[in-house]
């Protein structure tokens, strides 16, 4: 049974930090991409950023600077860390793994087959 469980939401505010993490239970380490997704009220949910089986990360074009993500292979968490943060960046932050994704879309919401339930963040 694969689980993912984010924690570490909460409200900051602007120009703060913030990380984040997601346990990932019921896959071997390393055997899985992670995503890192994001979903504001009234829009679309978006990739934020990614990190393969490899190690690679890939972040949006404009959270880069800002966000960065890392894996702890011995926890088997993933662990986004959020800088400078902005009211804009009010959002239900979500998990996601899957086995394989398709290398050029790392960041597309449709390449995880595994949600974690999210994580509120509110910037004031």
């Known amino acids: 049974h694969v689980q993912l469980v984010e924690s570490g939401g909460g409200e900051v505010q602007a120009g703060e930090s913030l990380t984040l993490s997601c346990a990932v239970s019921?896959?071997?380490?390393?055997?899985?991409?992670l995503g890192w997704f994001r979903q504001a009220p009234g829009k679309e949910r978006e990739g934020v950023a990614a990190?393969?089986?490899?190690?690679?990360?890939s972040y949006a074009d404009s959270l880069k600077g800002r966000f960065t993500i890392s894996r702890d292979n011995a926890k088997n968490t993933l662990y986004p860390q959020m800088n400078s943060l902005k009211p804009a960046d009010t959002a239900v932050y979500y998990c996601?793994?899957?086995?394989?994704?398709?290398?050029?879309?790392?960041?597309?919401?449709?390449?995880?087959?595994?949600w974690g339930q999210g994580t509120q963040v509110t910037v004031s």
């Open positions: 996601a793994a899957a086995r394989t994704v398709y290398a050029g879309d790392v960041l597309g919401k449709n390449q995880y087959e595994y």
């Open positions: 019921g896959l071997p380490h390393s055997s899985y991409c």
């Open positions: 990190l393969d089986r490899d190690g690679t990360t």
